[in-house]
Structure formats: structure tokens, C-alpha cells
T-cell receptor, first 112, second 117 residues
Framework: QKEVEQDPGPLSVPEGAIVSLNCTYS??????FMWYRQYSRKGPELLMY????GNKEDGRFTAQVDKSSKYISLFIRDSQPSDSATYLC????????????FGQGTRLTINP | GAVVSQHPSWVICKSGTSVKIECRSL??????MFWYRQFPKQSLMLMAT?????????EQGVEKDKFLINHASLTLSTLTVTSAHPEDSSFYIC?????????????FGPGTRLTVL
């Protein structure tokens, strides 16, 4: 079993829709959770960074962490074609931890 | 966050040759850089942690003699793929851990696409 599971998609939605991206994990020691956006043939770009359980909002993006269920989500409101990319979740055990563990990534397409 | 560049952005080489990929931290002196490999439609897999002035730490299953890492300065780490074979074709991405940020996040370079013929 992988430490982090993420549905690879692809996920295709119309412009303006609310998008929900999710990851589950098995290691209860993870405390720091990240979402990266990766455009084709580019490096990942950090979108959201959260610590422990709760919600964090940044513009059209909301990250949720439910540690009791070992489940994290990224919501995108009013989705735009420019949001079309692969979204990777990542996590680590503590702030000083060197190693990030990534999900497989979900390919998202927003159709105009 | 830290600004990271990689060179070259893509490279094609013949089987058996060696290829060097550079990773530069442009605005931050990085004591630690990371090298990842990403196969098509798959996630990033950490290959090694590059430490300035000391030997790199390799992940289990990564051949240190095949993937040579040199972190000679606080702004430059290099990955050399020695005696490359077609199965080494992949997208190689480096990252820098930015201690200036609240959570010491990693910031990634744009990646280098290696194709071995």
C-alpha cells in the first residue's frame, strides 16, 4: 500500500465549476500537508501549505485536512481554463523533515 | 520563495554517454537541495538529498554510482547520469528547501527532460 493515495484522474469539468481534489494517506505521523500545481513539462509550484487539521483559504483555493480520517482535499472555486494542470498532494512528518511524500497527482482539465 | 533554475531544460543523448544536469538557487544560499525523478503520468520520486560540502544521501534503490551528485557551492548542485540507458529517460527535477519561509517549504526548478536513445 502506498503511503499517499491520489486518484490520477483525468478529471474534466466545465469552466466555473467547483473542483474537489483529494488524497488519503496511511501514516498518522504526517502533520504538514501541501498542494502543488504542475503544468505540463514544468516543475511543481507550491499552492497551499497547511499544518494539522483544519481549513485554509487563499483566493479561489481552499485546503482541508482531516487527520482523523487521514484525508486531505483541495477545492477550487470558479475554475478557469488556466487551472488546467496536474495537482499533486504532498506531506511530511514535521517541519524539519527533509523528505516530502507525494501523491500520484490528478490531471485536471477545465473546459471553456 | 526561493527561485530555482535548471539547465538544460531538455537533453537527448546516446546510450552509454553521461549527462550533467545543473540546479541553481538564484536568490538563496541553499545548504540542501533535492533531486527528484518523475516518469510520465507518475508522481515525483525523491532520488537523493544534496548537501553542500558533503556527500549526498541517496534513497533506497537509487544507484549512487550511476547518479552522481555534486553540491560544490551554496547555489549549485549537479546531477550526472553516467552511462545512460533508455530506462533512465525521465523528467529530473531539483528543489531547494527555503529556510526563510514559515514552514521551510521546498521550491522546485522547472525540470530537465532527459531522453536516452
Amino acid at each position: 500500500q502506498k503511503e499517499v493515495e491520489q486518484d490520477p484522474g483525468p478529471l474534466s469539468v466545465p469552466e466555473g465549476a467547483i473542483v474537489s481534489l483529494n488524497c488519503t494517506y496511511s501514516n498518522s505521523a504526517f502533520q504538514y500537508f501541501m498542494w502543488y500545481r504542475q503544468y505540463s513539462r514544468k516543475g511543481p509550484e507550491l499552492l497551499m501549505y497547511t499544518y494539522s487539521s483544519g481549513n485554509k483559504e487563499d483566493g479561489r483555493f481552499t485546503a482541508q485536512v482531516d487527520k482523523s480520517s487521514k484525508y486531505i482535499s483541495l477545492f477550487i472555486r470558479d475554475s478557469q481554463p488556466s487551472d488546467s494542470a496536474t495537482y499533486l498532494c504532498a506531506m511530511k512528518r514535521d517541519q524539519g523533515a527533509q523528505k516530502l511524500v507525494f501523491g500520484q497527482g490528478t490531471r485536471l482539465t477545465i473546459n471553456p | 520563495g526561493a527561485v530555482v533554475s535548471q539547465h538544460p531544460s531538455w537533453v537527448i543523448c546516446k546510450s552509454g554517454t553521461s549527462v550533467k544536469i545543473e540546479c541553481r538557487s538564484l536568490d538563496f544560499q541553499a545548504t540542501t537541495m533535492f533531486w527528484y525523478r518523475q516518469f510520465p503520468k507518475q508522481s515525483l520520486m525523491l532520488m537523493a538529498t544534496s548537501n553542500e560540502g558533503s556527500k549526498a544521501t541517496y534513497e533506497q534503490g537509487v544507484e549512487k554510482d550511476k547518479f552522481l551528485i555534486n553540491h560544490a557551492s551554496l547555489t549549485l548542485s549537479t546531477l550526472t547520469v553516467t552511462s545512460a540507458h533508455p530506462e533512465d529517460s525521465s523528467f529530473y527535477i531539483c528543489s531547494v528547501r527555503d529556510f526563510r519561509s514559515s514552514y521551510n517549504e521546498q521550491f522546485f526548478g522547472p525540470g530537465t527532460r532527459l531522453t536516452v536513445l
